[in-house]
């Protein structure tokens, strides 16, 4: 079984900052593409910004400039630098990775549980 864990969420005021981490752990071979997700009340789900394992990096336009994606490989965690914090950025936010968890199979995506993040006017 694979786990992904999330931390770092939190209450902040607005053009204040947080960091978001979240670790897969469990039966893995290789982590493949990770990325993080978003869901604001009474809206679907939205990607935030993703990032494979090579490092090349996506954002959504709504945040660029102000979020920055990262991994560290070796402990099979992505990061969530959110800078400049808006109230739209309110949100439970979720981990997402592409998990290989052998060799020659085929990666299977999960999902982390989620931490909210509020952002105060």
């Known amino acids: 079984q694979v786990q992904l864990v999330e931390s770092g969420g939190g209450l902040v005021q607005?053009?204040?900052?947080?960091?978001?981490?979240?670790?897969a752990s469990?039966?893995?071979f290789s982590v493949n593409a990770m990325g993080w997700y978003r869901q604001a009340p009474g809206k679907q789900r939205e990607v935030?910004?993703?990032i494979t394992s090579g490092g090349?990096?996506?954002?959504?336009?709504?945040?660029?400039?102000?979020?920055?994606?990262?991994?560290d490989n070796a402990k099979n965690t992505?990061?969530?630098?959110?800078n400049s914090l808006k109230p739209e950025d309110t949100a439970v936010y979720y981990c997402n990775a592409d998990v290989a968890r052998r060799q020659w199979?085929?990666?299977?995506?999960?999902?982390?549980?989620?931490?909210?993040?509020?952002?105060?006017?």
Request: aromatic letters at 10%; hydrophobic letters at 40%.
């Open 56 to 71: 090349a990096t996506n954002y959504a336009d709504s945040v660029k400039g102000r979020f920055t994606i990262s991994r």
């Open 105 to 121: 199979l085929k990666s299977v995506n999960y999902w982390g549980q989620g931490t909210q993040v509020t952002v105060s006017s």
């Open 26 to 28: 469990g039966s893995i």
């Open 78 to 82: 992505v990061f969530l630098q959110m």
């Open 48 to 50: 935030v910004a993703t």
């Open 14 to 23: 607005a053009g204040g900052s947080l960091r978001l981490s979240c670790a």
